[in-house]
């Protein structure tokens, strides 16, 4: 049985919907990712984190999306076979990994971006992190017009991936999602689906 190490809206959140999409029993455990105790499973203290239950302990929520869709082929959430379409799964998988979510730690942890200790100094690199997270939703806007999926005609872990990212861009940018109107299309969307609500209610994001 998969047991999932996740905190609570973090990008976890992603694995957390997988989980409940697959259908398949599972385990959750909150943890707070920088206690020695969880340390001790993973030495990076980072969520996720899935313990497979056959002695394979996987990090980095990008591989754990990968491994949990290409182990449950049925589920239809590893995209087409064909090299194209898993290309540009990957591709997107890549966009949330590698551009959305570092785009939001000078809004999470500004302090590492600046040897200033000043409020109007940190609130300058807030803002700055807000500007590059509105450039990622720009681009993701484009490509979701007249989409109902990131990618391809059918659910896949990469619509998984952006709940928890687009959560934080909802409530942490000026004006939420209004300048990103398919983001908040798709966004809606995915808020609505069960097996989503089943995890975020899981998580204590909302109540049932």
């Known amino acids: 049985m998969n047991k999932l ?5 973090a990008c976890s959140l992603s694995v957390h919907i997988v989980l409940e999409w697959l259908g398949d029993a599972y385990e959750t455990v909150r943890v707070n990712p920088g206690d020695s105790e969880f340390k001790q499973i993973n030495p990076a203290g980072q969520v996720p984190t899935l ?10 929520c990008a591989a754990i ?3 949990l869709a290409q182990t449950h082929p049925g589920a ?3 995209g087409e076979a064909d090299p194209v379409a898993q290309a540009l799964l990957h591709r997107w998988s890549a966009f949330f990994t590698g551009d959305v979510h570092p785009a939001f730690f000078p809004l999470f ?3 590492r971006y600046t040897t200033a200790e000043d409020p109007a100094s940190l609130d300058g690199v807030r803002e700055a992190g807000r500007v590059l997270v509105r ?11 007249g989409r ?5 005609d059918r659910r896949s872990y990469v619509d998984a991936y952006s709940v928890p990212m687009i959560r934080w861009a909802a409530a942490m940018l000026p004006g939420g999602l209004g300048d990103h109107p398919a983001v908040r299309r798709h966004h809606e969307r995915m ?13 204590g994001l909302i109540e049932t």
């Open 5 to 9: 190490y996740y905190a609570p809206g």
């Open 51 to 60: 313990d497979t239950g056959t002695g394979f302990l996987l990090t980095q």
């Open 65 to 67: 999306l990968g491994y």
């Open 76 to 78: 239809g959430l590893g």
């Open 109 to 111: 942890m500004p302090q």
């Open 135 to 145: 450039k990622k939703l720009d681009l993701l806007d484009e490509h979701l017009q």
């Open 148 to 152: 109902e999926h990131i990618v391809g």
């Open 191 to 203: 808020l609505a689906d069960a097996g989503v609500r089943r995890a975020m209610i899981d998580e």
